[in-house]
Nanobody
């Protein structure tokens, strides 16, 4: 059974940092691209970042480019999102997701809340 479990969310002041983790199990983690998607209060899903399989090339939404860094540790089956210079607009539930190898994310975690507020 595929499982994705996020952790690391919380309350942080503007300008602060957080590192999200996503522990993956039930599939060969290193074989799949992974991503982070967020949902702000009252808004739809917004793709944040993705990383390819293996050592992985990365991509970012313009809204987080230069502030967020996605990475993966295939030995630990874990995906990360380092978030720096956080802004109130980054407040959202953050989900990690597994790419299905085609054109969609097929498995999602339960999400972790990130709140940026003074």
């Amino acid at each position: 059974e595929v499982q994705l479990v996020e952790s690391g969310g919380g309350l942080v002041q503007p300008g602060g940092s957080l590192r999200l983790s996503c522990a993956a199990s039930g599939f060969t983690f290193s074989n799949y691209a992974m991503g982070w998607v967020r949902q702000a209060p009252g808004k739809g899903l917004e793709w944040v970042s993705a990383i390819n399989s293996g050592r992985g090339s990365t991509s970012y939404a313009d809204s987080v480019k230069g502030r967020f860094t996605i990475s993966r540790d295939n030995a630990k089956n874990t995906l990360y999102l380092q978030m720096n210079s956080l802004e109130p607009e980054d407040t959202a539930v953050y989900y990690c997701a597994k790419w299905d190898g085609g054109d969609a994310y097929d498995y999602w975690g339960q999400g972790t809340q990130v709140t940026v507020s003074s």
